[in-house]
């Protein structure tokens, strides 16, 4: 087999990412990959050699959108490469409706794109290696020979050959058995002060409508220990906003010490110095109190709970087996809520210290000073704007959440149910989707002849009251100081800063005369919010 890095040494590649946060983590891992490996990355396909696509399955759209776009690649002569959800689920079966693909992957095979890219560069034809379950399984050409047999020799010494460093050399073990976990590769982080960490991968809970399970497998958790060095790592690399990652936070660490220990990770990671602490997806049935608890008091833990409800009937919950109901979902957001009140917790001091800090400790530069900006200050403002019944008002963390309308057997009145949880949650933000049939889910067997008039009509009444759920808690931020950790500029407007409150609210605020963005990007800074608009908050960063 031709060595790798030279079929890959300087050539230009491009990462496309589809779905979830696990998805973004993924990319980040296959671009520092290759650009360990002496790729170079791009920033159109126009300009790439390689294309690489990873998928997500979740819904219909995103297959559509997958395959509109590797169609529009079919006669630009670059190599195709598949990954993700997609490329798990249908295989060989890519190649049959798009021929012009070239390689295919599954979601636990992203330490062999190397080698299965450097095969079909080298005309040893379509590459397809596919995983089942945390097992690796065959890697074979589209005629079905062994395509990298001979990886483990010379494939896997030319990966961690060269003068690339030390991140080549760690792919000196990805063999064609794909032996480095995706943690475990170099990574390219989109940005330098945000970094993914993955704790655990797979689902063990098979929602009756969802393919997870059976994409990525049933869970696996990385061992504490682990966790706990990869975020003093990541803090210690200037990192100021880590996000915890699996299908299921709540439940990490079952399969390796018996019980669940996301409380452990979140106090623990807490404690690593971070500024900022995130994590997704938890499921209600699995939100422990001492998890809830863990989320209230550890200050780096960010004031937003992302809680998926999917339904507020208890009957379609029931089909969908989300094993929870309605009433015990509304009193999680109470004891949530209960627990965040008992800390002091609010939207508006939860990063205090840490970001009070983590600003200064960026530096009170000469672009700040030029701006004359309080890095200094996230806990003396906050505290000097929110007294009584302002505090009363914003305490409490913001909730988002995912809501399906029109599952299968879905009533007017198991809508109206729905409709009525919103009501009582009162959520910041909720990611609302027509359901979309999966084939091999148990819902895909399921009956229904609900018009798709009425599924559209109750999923336009659902996003106007999340809309007006989001404006009214966005309200309450107006006269209020938020500290913001800035990301960069607006997409619309390149004269405004753009970023993200300890609620997950976008901020903007004009960037000051004689500043760039480069100047912001990172910190933390307090903005006094003037206006607040159902997705986004606007004010002036605070002056000295």
Request: charged letters at 20%.
């Amino acid at each position: 087999m031709n060595s790798v890095l030279t079929e890959l040494q300087g050539r230009r590649f491009l990462v496309r990412t589809f779905g979830c946060q696990m998805n973004e983590h993924d990319s980040e891992r296959v671009t520092g990959m290759l650009e360990a490996l002496g790729a170079m990355e791009v920033a159109s396909a126009d300009a790439a050699e390689i294309v690489v696509f990873m998928t997500c399955c979740v819904r219909e759209a995103a297959d559509e959108r997958l395959y509109g776009q590797v169609a529009s690649l079919k006669n630009t002569g670059c190599l195709i490469a598949i990954g993700g959800c997609i490329g798990q689920r249908d295989g060989a079966r890519l190649l049959e409706r798009l021929p012009h693909v070239d390689v295919v992957f599954g979601t636990l095979n992203i330490a062999q794109l190397p080698a299965l890219l450097a095969a079909a560069l080298a005309g040893e034809g379509q590459q397809v290696a596919l995983s089942q379950d945390g097992a690796t399984g065959e890697t074979a050409s589209a005629g079905g020979a062994a395509a990298l047999g001979d990886a483990t020799g010379g494939g896997a010494a030319a990966l961690g050959g060269g003068d690339l460093g030390g991140s080549a050399a760690a792919l000196g073990g990805a063999t064609a058995g794909g032996s480095l976990a995706t943690c475990d590769l170099p990574a390219h982080r989109q940005h330098a002060w945000h970094a993914w960490l993955p704790i655990m991968t797979g689902c063990n809970n098979f929602c009756s409508y969802c393919v997870v399970p059976y994409v990525r497998g049933r869970e696996h958790s990385r061992p504490l220990e682990q966790v706990v060095a990869e975020a003093a790592a990541l803090v210690a690399d200037g990192v100021q906003e880590i996000t915890l990652l699996g299908q299921n936070v709540n439940s990490y660490g079952r399969d390796l010490y018996g019980q669940p220990r996301f409380a452990e990770v979140l106090r623990a990671v807490g404690a690593s110095g971070v500024a900022r602490l995130r994590f997704a997806t938890s499921h209600p049935k699995d939100l422990t109190p001492e998890t809830i608890a863990a989320f209230a008091e550890t200050p780096a833990v960010m004031p937003a709970l992302h809680l998926p409800v999917q339904s507020g009937s208890d009957k379609v919950l029931a089909a969908m087996n989300r094993n929870y109901t309605a009433e015990h979902y509304l009193g999680l957001i109470a004891a949530v809520r209960e627990a965040c009140a008992a800390a002091g917790k609010t939207g508006l001091n939860a990063a205090s210290g840490a970001g009070a800090s983590a600003a200064s400790g960026s530096g009170a530069d000469g672009a700040s000073r030029a701006a004359g900006l309080n890095s200094a200050g996230a806990s003396a403002a906050t505290g000097s704007s929110v007294t009584g019944s302002n505090r009363a008002a914003l305490a409490g963390p913001a909730f988002s959440t995912d809501i399906i309308v029109g599952f299968p057997g879905e009533t007017e009145r198991d809508f109206e149910a729905t409709m009525e949880l919103v009501r009582a949650v009162g959520y910041s933000q909720a990611f609302t989707f027509i359901y979309s049939k999966r084939d091999g889910t148990p819902a895909a067997a399921m009956d229904d002849d609900t018009p798709r008039e009425v599924l559209q009509e109750r999923f336009d009444r659902l996003v106007e009251l999340v809309q007006q759920s989001a404006w009214q808690q966005n309200q309450q931020e107006l006269g209020q100081v938020v500290p913001v950790l800035f990301e960069g500029v607006s997409k619309r407007d390149a004269r405004m800063l753009s970023g993200r409150s300890p609620k997950n609210q976008t901020v903007h605020a004009p960037l000051p005369d004689g500043t760039s963005a480069a100047d912001f990007s990172g910190r933390i800074l307090n903005v006094r919010v003037t206006q607040a608009r159902t997705w986004y908050l606007r004010g002036e960063l605070c002056q000295q």
